[in-house]
């Protein structure tokens, strides 16, 4: 890892420290679904149903509460397998850390024209920390790691390396393999779109990815992946102050396509939120300083997709809040709805507990 990257972590491994960011795992009992979720009431968990309730009419969708490993609300169908948008990009990133483990590369900062991609010389230093942390600059201007830009030709260009040049093999046969995916009991299975693989799951399947996400590559007492991928980039990964791509057209010189967006989408948020493709709950140094959330815990992350396709993880309380077309307003962080939502999800929880 190069001298200055590491100042980058560094940095941002403090401000998880100091804004009270979970990096102990929850003591209490955990269960792991089998062939499928155990379930249990809100009131056994502590929850307030009429609260759960009615958050649960608000959003509409589809959509489960796991607490603990059960679960304990569940609305709309389970099975329907849908596109999550971008709440899926940090499958991919669960995917390179699978290629991790196996030894497919060596870090996350292996150079990504290693494998084939014939960069432009501005782009010769891109590693897939900065596809991760969408700070690559592939069809920006910018080197990687000089701007930030939610950018989904970046994403495109992150899950082509990924199954056509690490992998080496379709999605499909790498998410099915015995000790990946497969390994978590999925009911119904992954799919990926023709073209820009984005990826589609049901509401349940989804519950176990978040669930994998949030034991920490841990499933039923396998450490499937090492816990310490999870301590080391499920955080915050991108300086605060580092300034957005300039404004401009995209150069998808590699022809990659795009994952549905832009290359440069979202330029109100701040990059402080931002780590592996995960959003987090974090002061937001562009918009008052607050958290986007600040009715949660602020160990809480989140995969954020458009069209209400959205996945909370709080570890300090062992608990999920997956929904699929959900109403949760304007798509990203720190959208009023979506604080509102997650109000009466917080008081549902805390009214029993009290």
């Known amino acids: 890892m190069a001298a200055d990257e590491r100042t980058q972590e560094d940095v941002v491994t403090r401000r998880m ?56 609300k569940a609305w709309g ?26 030894g497919r590369i060596k870090s996350v900062d292996a150079p990504v024209g290693r494998f084939g991609w ?64 497969a390994f978590l009991g999925l009911e119904d299975g992954l799919q990926f779109r023709a073209g820009n693989r984005r990826i589609s799951a049901s509401v349940r399947d989804f519950a176990r990815i978040a669930w994998f996400w949030l034991n920490r590559g841990n499933w039923n007492g396998v450490q499937l992946l090492p816990e310490r991928y999870f301590s080391r980039y499920v955080k915050p990964s991108v300086r605060p102050n580092l300034p957005n791509s300039k404004e401009g057209e995209a150069n998808d010189y590699l022809q990659v396509g795009t994952y549905g967006g832009s290359s440069d989408q979202m330029r109100q948020l701040s990059p402080a939120l931002y780590g592996f493709t995960w959003w987090f709950n974090v002061p937001d140094t562009r918009n008052g300083g607050g958290p986007p959330w ?61």
Not at 19 to 48: C, L, Q
Not at 77 to 101: C, H, M, N, Y
Not at 301 to 327: D, I, Q, W
């Open 17 to 72: 420290f100091l804004y009270g960011v979970a990096a102990d795992r929850h003591s209490g009992r955990t269960r792991y679904p089998g062939k499928s979720w155990e379930t249990g009431t809100p009131e056994s968990a502590g929850f307030d149903p009429a609260s759960l309730e009615e958050m649960v009419q608000g959003l509409g969708g589809r959509g489960c509460v796991v607490k603990d490993g059960l679960a304990i």
């Open 77 to 102: 169908d389970q099975r329907e397998i849908g596109d999550w948008f971008s709440s899926a990009k940090p499958v991919l990133t669960t995917f390179l850390f699978f290629a991790l483990k196996e």
């Open 118 to 181: 014939n960069l432009l010389p501005k782009d010769r230093r891109m590693t897939f920390r900065h596809l991760a942390n969408m700070i690559s600059g592939y069809a920006r201007p910018e080197p990687p790691g000089e701007a930030w830009a939610y950018n989904d030709f970046a994403i495109q260009l992150y899950q082509k390396t990924l199954f056509d040049k690490v992998f080496a093999e379709p999605p499909e046969q790498a998410a099915n393999h015995p000790r990946r995916f």
């Open 294 to 354: 600040p009715d949660t815990p602020r160990d809480t992350f989140a995969s954020l997709g458009v069209r209400g396709n959205y996945a909370f993880v709080f570890p300090g309380m062992n608990a999920l809040l997956v929904s699929a077309s959900g109403n949760w307003g304007k798509f990203g962080p720190g959208d009023p709805a979506a604080n509102r939502t997650l109000r009466l999800f917080m008081q549902s929880a805390r009214r029993n507990a009290s």
